[in-house]
């Protein structure tokens, strides 16, 4: 393990030991309210540095905590635990053992930087305060950070504020971005069903198009954002799917259109929800079709408390991390659930490699092991400096 942003505070032993977890975890990758082997081997790892565990929020989450002294001060750290339905295609010794399934978001990294910082905590002889580690369940698009919530996370584990962090591949290893207010965007999803009456393609008056329809409808969704929200604020309307027909001379009866829309204003959101909808509907029934939309609002935008920001930016300095600022994301996150619960800072970790700088969600992705200290000392240090200073 090399990195010159470790000043040696973490131990070489655990160092090792991280990166030996970090890749047993990537070869057994788990889906959403699936990660079962994840949660035990949090639990163990936990129970083996003494920290007493709670398990079964939403099914598979594990929370760890460490109290000291007498403070009532509380703070909680989050860490991801899921993968997703894709093939690996990297060729790294510890590649995914289980078929179509990979850590290619690093949640193997994020999950065993809180382990090995809860370690190191757990052995600090100058905490005052409670440091719950939070092992979430279900990130990718399947809401666990709300269960959590709903399930009485904050409630049995109160927490003056809450933490998370991403390796970010497009940043620099060694840089940290931790924004006052807006860092990922709200996510909202749709699927519709164009349905018309399908007909030999050689005879079309007889049947009604849903491919026609369909067609009409995906160009003007574009116009939702270049014509309808406020140039100057965030948005993205993304369709991502079409699927219809069968072969080449039959039209067939329905369409089915899927795709994701981002904003960060709440008013952009509803805009854009209403005019996909009137814009379905409309051209749906002038081309003589029906239309059914499911859309669903999944994550709200994650929104930093600028004091949390703030501390997070000067631990990171301390730490010897290169304090940056950068544009927020189009990308979402459900953390920002927790976050609506309780004040908090969500920060990126720069983790680019020089070679092969495959990024998140990429069949070729590995997390960057190189960068498992900056994130084991982000949150020791944060940690002791919240339940440390007066
Ligand atoms: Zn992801
Ligand atoms: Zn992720």
Excluded at 60 to 79: N, P
Excluded at 362 to 385: A, C, M, Q, T
Aim: with cysteine; aromatic share 6%; hydrophobic share 40%.
């Amino acid at each position: 393990m090399n990195s010159q942003h470790c000043d040696g505070a973490i131990a070489a032993d655990l160092l090792a030991q991280a990166v030996a977890w970090r890749r047993e975890l990537h070869r057994h990758p788990e889906l959403a309210y699936d990660e079962h082997r994840t949660a035990e081997f949090i639990a163990s790892r936990l129970a083996e540095s003494g920290i007493p565990i709670h398990r079964g929020l939403a099914a598979t989450g594990v929370v760890g905590t460490i109290t000291r002294g007498t403070s009532r001060r509380s703070i909680g750290i989050r860490a991801d635990i899921d993968a997703l339905p894709i093939r690996e295609d990297s060729s790294v010794a510890h590649a995914s053992s289980v078929a179509g399934i990979m850590h290619a978001c690093g949640h193997d990294g994020h999950t065993v930087m809180a382990l090995a910082a809860a370690r190191v905590c757990a052995e600090l002889p100058d905490l005052d305060g409670t440091v719950h580690f939070i092992f979430q369940p279900a990130e990718e698009g399947e809401g666990g950070g709300r269960r959590m919530v709903e399930e009485g996370l904050f409630r049995l584990f109160p927490c003056d504020n809450v933490y998370a962090l991403h390796n970010w591949p497009a940043l620099a290893a060694g840089a940290c971005v931790a924004r006052d207010g807006a860092m990922m965007a709200a996510l909202g999803l749709f699927t519709i069903r164009i349905r018309g009456r399908g007909c030999h393609g050689a005879m079309p008056h007889e049947g009604t198009d849903p491919i026609l329809a369909t067609a009409q409808i995906v160009a003007a969704l574009q116009s939702i954002v270049s014509r309808n929200v406020d140039p100057l604020q965030p948005a993205v309307v993304s369709v991502t799917q079409i699927q219809a027909g069968d072969t080449w001379n039959v039209a067939p009866d329905e369409c089915l259109i899927r795709g994701t829309t981002r904003w960060y204003d709440e008013t952009v959101g509803d805009l854009i929800e209403a005019r996909l909808t009137r814009l379905v509907q409309s051209i749906a029934a002038g081309f003589a079709c029906t239309a059914q939309i499911e859309y669903q609002r999944r994550f709200p935008a994650t929104i930093n408390d600028p004091s949390a920001a703030s501390f997070v930016r000067a631990v990171a300095g301390g730490c010897g991390l290169k304090v940056m600022d950068h544009e927020p994301s189009m990308g979402s996150e459900d953390f920002a659930h927790m976050l609506q619960a309780v004040p908090g800072c969500y920060l990126w970790l720069g983790a680019a490699r020089g070679h092969d700088n495959a990024g998140l969600h990429s069949s070729h992705y590995d997390f960057n092991d190189e960068v498992l200290p900056d994130g084991i000392r982000l949150w020791v240090s944060l940690v002791r400096k919240y339940l440390t200073d007066p």
